[in-house]
C-alpha cells in the first residue's frame, strides 16, 4: 500500500488529493506508522510539578498516564489494566503513589509496575509473577519543558527528531530562568474534524487570516491581516515536519524591542538567551507553528495599532485524533513563571478572548476545519478533489537576515512548511509499512 499512498501526492507540483483527509484506512495507518513511531508531545512539565502528581493524555487515540515520581522521574504508561484492561485511572489530573484498578483490585505504581493482586496466592497461585504484568510501558522525554512519550523502543532520540525546532523551543520555552508554566488545566472540546487540518493550519497557513478571521482583522486585532506584516516574516521549516512561522512587526510600527513585555522578563530574556535569539524575539509580535505529528503553538504577542496594552502568551494545542472525522482539541495557555500576576491575568484574558475554546478565533478556524472534513469525505471528493500546495513553490529558500536555524523562506504567505508537513507524513507512512 506504499504504491498507494504515493499515488495521492505530487510534492514535486504541489498537490495532494483529498482522500488523505478523511480516509478510514489511512487513519489508520497514521496510527500505527506515525502515532505508535515518533515521539508524540504530550504535557508540559508544570502540569505535574510535585511527586505523585499526574494527567491523563493522549499518545494518538490511546490514553496514557502521565506522572511523576521519585527524583523527579517521569513515568508515561498506558491508561489499561494488564488484567482485563479496564483504565486504571478515572480522574483527569490529580495526585496518587498508585493507581488501583476498579475492576478487581490489581495496583500498579506510577511507572507502571504492578505491586499489588487481591488474594494472589488463592487466586493465581504461587507461580504468578508480578514483574511480568506491568502496565504497558511507553518512553518518556523532555525539552524545553515539554513531556514527549513514544511506545517505540527504537526511536531516535527526542533531540533528534526535533532538530533544529529545539533553537526556536528554547526561544518560545526557556527564555527566562524559571521557563513557562501551565496556567489552570487545559481547555478540551471536540470538533468533527480531521486532525491534520489542525497542524497543517498552525505550521505555515498565514494566508487564511484576513479571509477566516475578517472579524478580528477588522477589529484590529490580528497583526497578520494588515498584508504588511506577513512580508516581515519568515516560513522556517524544521528537519521531520516540525516548523513554525515568524512574523515581525513592519518597520513603519516603529514598535520598541520586546514591545510590551514586563521588564524583569526582558532582563532575563538578555542574560538567558543567546544574541541570535535575542535579535529574533524582540522584534516578534507572532509565532505559529507545530511540532510533529499533533501539538501547534501560538506566541503571540498582540503587538499591533490596537493593542496598546498587549497581553502575550503562548498556547499550545493538540489535536488529538478520535478517527478520521474528528479530533479532540488539548488546548493550553502559558505565561512566564516570573512574570508579574498582572501580566499573568492580562495573558490568560487574551487568550479566553482569541484562542480559549469560545475565543473568537478557535471558532473561526474550527468551523473551517469541520466543513472540509465533511465536503472532503465523499467519493467523487476523495477521487477527484486534489488540494493546490503551489504557494511559493517556486520560491527558493533564503535566509536573508533571519538569524535562526531551518530551512527559511522568506514571507509568511508560503506553502513551504504545509508541503514539509506532508513529506514527513509520506515518509512515515511508506517507510514504516510493515
Ligand atoms: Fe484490572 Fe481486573 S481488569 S484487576
Ligand atoms: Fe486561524
Redesign the pocket.
Known sequence: DGTKIRELLDLEEGYISSRVIGDPEIHQMEIERIFSKVWVPIAHESEIPNKGDYVLRYIGNEEVIVSRSEGGVINVVLNA?T????P?CRSEMGNSSHFR?P????TFKQNGDLIGVPAYKEAFGDAFDKTQYSLVKARAATYAGLIFGTFNDSAPPLEEQLGSLKWYLDMMLSHTHGGMEVIGVPQRWTVKSNWKLGADNFVGDAYHTFMTHQSAVQLKLVPSGDPKFAFYGVHVSCENGNGLGLIGAPPEYELPPFYGVPQNIVEQIEQKLTPEHQKAFSRLAYIHGNIYPNMSFGYFSWATEAGKNPGSYLTLRQWVPKGPHEMEVFSWVLVEKEAPDWWKELARETYVRTFGSSGMLEQDDTEMWKNITRATKGYIASSKLKFIYRMGIDRKPEQGDWPGPGTVYQGDYSEANQLNIWRQWHKLLTENNE
Do not use: A, L, M, Q
Open positions: 489494566c488484567h482485563r484492561g479496564s486504571v484498578c475492576y478487581h483490585g490489581f
